[in-house]
C-alpha cells in the first residue's frame, strides 16, 4: 500500500511515501448458513472464526489477533481487522465448513490494505 | 494544490466529509452537497457508440463527457473508460485483445505470460478523428470484430456540452436503454465523538479511524474487550457533535472541486473545529487509477485520497493506492 502525504505552508511541502506501510488488513465477510433463518451472535461469531484458525493452525493460529470492527446479525456480515496474517485468517475462513452440524462458507466480500473498505456500487 | 488532483481523471464512487463540532450543515454547503449532477446508467452499450461522429463532437472533445464500465471486474472483465480529457481505456482478456486487432500493450498487472491488455487512445488527438485510418480501424475493430457491449455509467458537465444541457448525449442515449440516477446523499450527526488531533498521531492511524467514522464502525472498546480493540487514537479530544456527509455515485469533477471550494471557505471561517476531511474514493475495478496510469486490483483495489484541510490554510493530502500503482507526481 503506498500512501503519499503533502503537507503545504506556503509554498513549502514535505513529501512521504509508505510503501506497504500499513500493519493491519480489513475484511468484509458474509456467513452463509445452510439454514438461512439461524443468527449468532457477535460473541458466537468471534468464537467460531477463532475454532477455524484453531482446526487449521493450532493453539498458536487460534491466538492470531483480529476484532470484529463492526456485525450486523441480520445480514450476519462483519467487518473485521487482522494485524498482518491476512492469510491465516482469510485460509481458515476458506476452510470453515460447517457451523453446528449445518453446511456454511464464508464469502470474502472485500478486502482492504486500509480502512475505509470502500462502497461497492 | 488540491485543485490539480481533483480536477484529474479518477471516476468517483464517492465523496465522504466530516466536519468536527458541527451538527448541520451551513446552506452553502449543504446545496453543493445536493445538487451534484445527474449521471446515467446505459445497458448493454455497444463500446463502438462512444466513437459516434456526432458525440465526439458535441459532447468528447469538449472534455464534457466521462464514463466507466458497470459491475465489470478489471481482473476478470473487459473494461472500458473514458476520461474527461477524451482518452478512451479498454482493459481486455488475452482473447478479446487478440480479436480487436488494434495496437495495445501487455498490462503492468500480469503474472509470467500477458493475460490482459491495454487498449488507450486519445480521441482528441488527429489521428483519431473520424474519417482517419486509425478511427476506422478501431470502429471497424469494435463493430465487427469483438463486439464489445457493455453496462456504462456515463457523465455529462451541463455546462461544457456545446449543444447545452444533455442534447449532446440524447441521440446516442436515444440509441439505447438508459436510466437517469441522481447521486445519494446520506447525511449522519455523530454525538459525543471522541476525535484524534490530525497533527498528532500517525497518518495511517488517523486515516483508519476516519474510515471507522465513515463506516459507523465503533470506537469505543476497552483494549481488553472480546470483540474488538479498535480505539481513538490518543491524544483525542470529545467533541459533542460532528456532520459525517457522503455523496454516492458517479460523480463529476467539477462537483467534487466545487464542494472542496466550499469546503475551503468553511474551514477559513473562525470556528470550534479547526479541521475537516474530504475523502474521494474512486472505483475499485476502474482500469484507470487517479494518477490517470493503468490501476490493478490485486487484493484490495484501493483507489481514494482524503484531504485535511486546516483554518490556517494548510493541508494534507493522504493517496492511497494498490501496491503497484503509480503515484502521481
Known amino acids: 500500500m503506498k500512501e503519499v502525504e503533502e503537507k503545504e505552508e506556503a509554498s513549502v511541502y514535505q513529501r512521504v511515501v509508505l510503501k506497504n506501510a500499513s500493519p493491519y488488513h480489513y475484511l468484509k465477510v458474509r456467513l452463509v448458513l445452510e439454514d438461512d433463518s439461524t443468527r449468532l451472535s457477535a460473541v458466537e461469531l468471534k468464537y467460531f472464526i477463532i475454532t477455524g484458525l484453531k482446526s487449521l493452525y493450532g493453539e498458536v493460529g487460534a491466538a492470531l489477533n483480529f476484532d470484529v470492527l463492526k456485525y450486523d446479525e441480520d445480514t450476519l456480515t462483519a467487518f473485521l481487522r487482522v494485524y498482518s496474517s491476512l492469510v491465516k485468517l482469510w485460509s481458515s475462513l476458506t476452510l470453515l465448513g460447517s457451523y453446528q452440524n449445518q453446511a456454511c462458507a464464508f464469502r470474502v466480500l472485500q478486502v482492504s490494505r486500509l480502512n475505509p473498505l470502500p462502497k461497492n456500487m | ?20 463540532e458541527c451538527s448541520s450543515a451551513p446552506s452553502h454547503l449543504d446545496s453543493v452537497l445536493n445538487n451534484f449532477s445527474s449521471f446515467y446508467l446505459i445497458k448493454k452499450l455497444p463500446v463502438y457508440e462512444l466513437l459516434d461522429r456526432h458525440f465526439l463532437e458535441t459532447a468528447v472533445y469538449h472534455g464534457a463527457v466521462f464514463g466507466l464500465s458497470y459491475r465489470t471486474r478489471i481482473d476478470e472483465d473487459n473494461c472500458v473508460a473514458l476520461m474527461p ?16 486487432g488494434f495496437e495495445g ?13 491495454v487498449v488507450s487512445v486519445d480521441l482528441t488527438d488527429s489521428s483519431m478523428a473520424p474519417g482517419r485510418r486509425s478511427y476506422l480501424r478501431l470502429l471497424t475493430s469494435l463493430k465487427s470484430r469483438l463486439q464489445l457491449q457493455t453496462d456504462f455509467l ?16 440524447q441521440p446516442l442515449l436515444s440509441r439505447c436503454d438508459w436510466s437517469q ?13 471522541p476525535c484524534p488531533a490530525p497533527l498528532s498521531c500517525d497518518p495511517h492511524s488517523f486515516l483508519e479511524w476516519l474510515g471507522a467514522v465513515d463506516a459507523g464502525i465503533s470506537c469505543e472498546n476497552s483494549s481488553s474487550s472480546f470483540l474488538s480493540s479498535f480505539v481513538c487514537p490518543e491524544p483525542n479530544t470529545m467533541h459533542r457533535h460532528a456532520l459525517s456527509v457522503s455523496v454516492s455515485g458517479l460523480l463529476l469533477p467539477h462537483d467534487i472541486h466545487r464542494l472542496l471550494q466550499e469546503l475551503r471557505r468553511y474551514v477559513e471561517q473562525p470556528r470550534l473545529a479547526s479541521w475537516v476531511s474530504m475523502t474521494v474514493r474512486g472505483f475499485a475495478d476502474s482500469p484507470v487509477s487517479c494518477s490517470n496510469h493503468e490501476h490493478g486490483f490485486l487484493r484490495g483495489g484501493e483507489n481514494f485520497y482524503t484531504l485535511m484541510m486546516f483554518h490556517d490554510h494548510t493541508y494534507q493530502l493522504h493517496l492511497a493506492m494498490g501496491a503497484h500503482d503509480v503515484c502521481p507526481p
Open chain 2, 1 to 20: 494544490s488540491p485543485a490539480h488532483i481533483s480536477n484529474g481523471s479518477v471516476s468517483t464512487v464517492q465523496v465522504s466529509v466530516l466536519l468536527p
Open chain 2, 85 to 100: 480529457n477524451g482518452h478512451l481505456t479498454l482493459s481486455l482478456d488475452k482473447d478479446s485483445f487478440e480479436i480487436l
Open chain 2, 105 to 117: 500493450k501487455p498490462s503492468r498487472f500480469k503474472h509470467r505470460t500477458a493475460t490482459r491488455f
Open chain 2, 154 to 169: 456515463l457523465s455529462h458537465h451541463p455546462v461544457l456540452c456545446s449543444l447545452g444541457g444533455g442534447a449532446s448525449i
Open chain 2, 181 to 193: 440516477h441522481r447521486p445519494e446523499v446520506n447525511c449522519r450527526v455523530l454525538t459525543n465523538l
